[in-house]
């Protein structure tokens, strides 16, 4: 069973950077969706960034696009989402997620992820 673990969450000021990555526990076969998605407090859980699969096109939020920028290394099994112009809207805790995907479906869809990490708070100071 795939584990994802996420790190790189922190504090930074209002248009300052952050990576997170996401390093899963064992191989992510190439058909895999992996998603970036957040939390903040009182609010639904949102898409951010996500994979359709290994070599398949990316898709942002638009509350993010030209900002945020996912990547993968697979020599390292680890998924990263670089976050520039950070706002205080920004502000959540941010989840890394991977399943195999019904086709069709969309992989800023968190309905559709059985493989979860614990999360990494976001904190974006104004």
């Known amino acids: 069973q795939v584990q994802p673990v996420e790190s790189g969450g922190g504090l930074v000021q209002s248009g300052g950077s952050l990576r997170l990555s996401c390093a899963a526990s064992?191989?992510?076969?190439?058909?895999?969706?992996i998603g970036w998605f957040r939390q903040a407090p009182g609010k639904e859980r949102e898409g951010v960034s996500c994979?359709?699969?290994?070599?398949?096109?990316?898709y942002y939020a638009d509350s993010v696009k030209g900002r945020f920028t996912i990547s993968r290394d697979n020599a390292k099994n680890t998924v990263y989402l670089q976050m520039n112009s950070l706002k205080p809207e920004d502000t959540a805790v941010y989840y890394c997620a991977t399943d195999s995907l019904m086709s069709g479906s969309s992989c800023l869809d968190g309905a559709w992820y059985d493989y979860w990490g614990q999360g990494t708070q976001v904190t974006v100071s104004s």
């Open positions: 994979f359709s699969s290994d070599g398949g096109p990316t």
């Open positions: 064992e191989f992510i076969p190439d058909y895999y969706a």
